[in-house]
Structure formats: C-alpha cells, structure tokens
C-alpha cells in the first residue's frame, strides 16, 4: 500500500509499520521457541513477565512480589480476558509463572488475578531474549543512534495517542538497545489493529485483511503506487499476484488466500477481471469497479485522517527517521536473518537490563 515516498507522510508511517511487522514474524518465530515449547503468543506474555521483572519496564507495573494483573496483560497485549488467562495457566501448567487470586469477602474475583515469572520461567524465556538481542542488533546494523531513538519516539507517540495514555518516558532510558526498536514494532502496531477496526472500518463490513486487498487495488486505480513494482495498464487492470507485495494488513502474503479474496470481491461486484466470467489465478488481470472505488475510498480517506491525527505535531525530520528504520529492518527480513538466529551465543553473554 505504499509508495516508498521521498518526503513520508502520516499514512506511509503506518503503513511500513505493518510491513516490518509482518517482516519480522518469521524471524522472530524462528528464535528458539521449538525448543522451549512455547507459541510466539506465550513467549510474547512471558517476555513482558521477564522485562517488567528484570529489566525495570515500568508499562507494566509489579507489586512488591513482582506480581502484575491480568488486567494490565490485557490492555498491554490487546488480548480477551479468556485469552490472557488460557495463555497464563498453560504457563502456569507448565510451572513458567506463579499465580494468585485475592479473596475479597471470601471470594475469587477472576479480574484482580495475578502473575509473575518465576525462575523457571526466567531460565526458559532469558534465552530467547538474548537472541532477540542479536536478532535486534543485526536488523538496526548501520541505523544511527538517531534515527533508532526517532523511531522509538514516534512509535511511542502513535500509542499514547491511540491509548490516550503516557508511555514510558523515552528520557528515562540511558541507552536505547536496538530490541527496543522492535518491540515497539510489535507494541504499536497491537494498538493499530485494535484502532483500525475502531476508526477506520468502523462502519464497514470487511476485515482488515479484505480491505487491505481493496485498498491496493484503489491506489493501483488513482496511480498512487510510484515505484512500488505494480504495472497498470491504460485500463486500470494488474495481475492479481503482483498485488501480494504491496499488501499492509494481512498477516501472511498467501497467493491462494488473495486469489479468494479476488473471487469474493468479483461476486460482490467490487472488483471486475479483464475477461468476463475468468476464474481469478495468479496470473488473471484484475481491476477494482465503480463500486469497489466507492468503498474503498471512504477507508482510504479514513485512513489517512487517522495517520494524520495520531501524528498530528510530529516533526517531519522524526517521521523520515521512523520512515527510514522501517525501510532499514524490512530491506534484511531476508533469508540472511537465519544465521544470526542459529549463531550461537557468545560465552559470558547477559541480558541488557533496560
């Protein structure tokens, strides 16, 4: 969905965003979490657990025990009530994580439930977090100190906006390790997915990923893709895989999912191919209708709003710092992250604690 401008604006933040993010999955995915038997969810809440034990995080705030609430993994993660705690008791199942209900008037109160990591857990997820150090370090290699702090801000900025709430003074941190960077990816990009279905499809009966679809195709039609590889003809028609590439939201870029997509679309009469009744493959040129433009217009525009409002005031040197690590991180979500996530680690090596 986006250009690859020399000047970014508000939209083209977010949108490379998401492309980092889902950059990022895999290599992140491919830490050692096989062999600790964790999913990348229950890794993602017992690196909260560990950072807001260990390495001082205030976001998530801890009693003198170093017990937090499920309620503040809830709003941190964006995730249920039911999903928080199914992911704690396999935790807990598995003696990663200490737990407790206070009584109030001799009853549980299944919302004031707390957890901790404890040394188990501490022994399993310390690994994982020393290769995401170095996973970290080799992605922001060559970024300036600068840029990484810029990206960090702006990244701060767009959640407490989005959450209407302070985040963890950037001040307070002596030193900026490049993880930091990437967390805040994966941080921000939570309360994005949240605040899309808020504000931007509000009023819209397609999900994220549909849109997403439908967006392409709208900037394909108005010719706002500059450089980013998609070829339109005089008509407005494109390949459908070509499309993948350019694709934000959706999780995975899967040919057989988009080409459904396509199919569903050309049934709703929100998007046409070039020859009558042509079942939609890889290679079927496509378009987006009158009616398709309809729709799509109206999330574009919303968009658009939204990215302006979230980084309303944010100086333009930031938001080209924040631009240019995306675009640093998402050029070596290449096959070259492999090595550095099968490196072992060198003797001696310690966590950062910040």
């Known amino acids: 969905m986006e250009p690859r401008p020399r000047v970014p604006k508000p939209v083209d933040n977010l949108a490379s965003l998401f492309k980092v993010r889902r950059g990022l999955l895999d290599p992140v995915g491919s830490l050692p979490l096989s062999e600790s038997g964790l999913t990348f969810e229950s890794s993602d809440l017992l690196i909260s657990l560990y950072r807001a034990s260990k390495c001082g995080w205030r976001e998530l705030e801890n009693d003198a025990e170093g017990f937090v609430t499920f309620k503040s993994l809830e709003r941190l993660l964006v995730n249920s009530q039911p999903q928080v ?16 209900a206070p009584r109030r008037n001799n009853r549980f109160h299944g919302n004031t439930r707390l957890v901790r990591i404890n040394a188990n857990g501490i022994g399993v997820i310390e690994p994982i977090w020393l290769q995401y150090m170095k996973l970290a370090e080799h992605f922001l290699e060559g970024v300036s100190a600068g840029d990484r702090r810029a990206h960090y801000e702006v990244n701060k900025i ?46 819209s009966d397609l999900t994220q ?12 039609h108005c010719r706002e893709f500059g450089n980013s ?31 459904r997509r396509l199919t569903d679309f050309v049934a709703e009469k929100l998007v046409e191919p070039m020859k009558d009744r042509e079942p939609i493959r890889q290679k079927t040129c496509v378009r987006i209708t009158s009616k398709g433009i ?56 310690t966590p950062h604690t910040g």
């Open 229 to 259: 590889g998609i070829k339109v003809d005089r008509e407005g028609f494109v390949i459908s895989r070509a499309l993948l590439t350019s694709l934000v939201f959706s999780q995975t870029l899967d040919e057989t999912l988009l080409e």
């Open 209 to 220: 990923e549909r849109a997403d679809t439908l967006i392409v195709l709208y900037l394909c």
């Open 85 to 100: 705690s199914r992911r704690v008791k396999g935790l807990s199942c598995r003696g990663l994580v200490d737990v407790k």
């Open 158 to 203: 767009i959640r407490e906006r989005i959450r209407s709430k302070l985040i963890e003074p950037l001040a307070e941190r002596t030193r900026l390790h490049p993880v930091h960077n990437l967390l805040k990816v994966f941080e921000t990009t939570r309360d994005l997915f949240g605040a899309l279905d808020d504000y931007v499809l509000v009023d």
């Open 294 to 349: 309809a729709v799509a217009k109206l999330i574009w525009e919303r968009y658009k709003q939204f990215a302006d409002r979230v980084l309303e005031d944010t100086s333009l040197n930031c938001r080209e710092a924040h631009y240019r690590v995306n675009e640093a991180i998402h050029e070596k979500t290449r096959p070259s992250w492999e090595a550095v996530v099968r490196f072992p680690l060198g003797r001696g090596a």
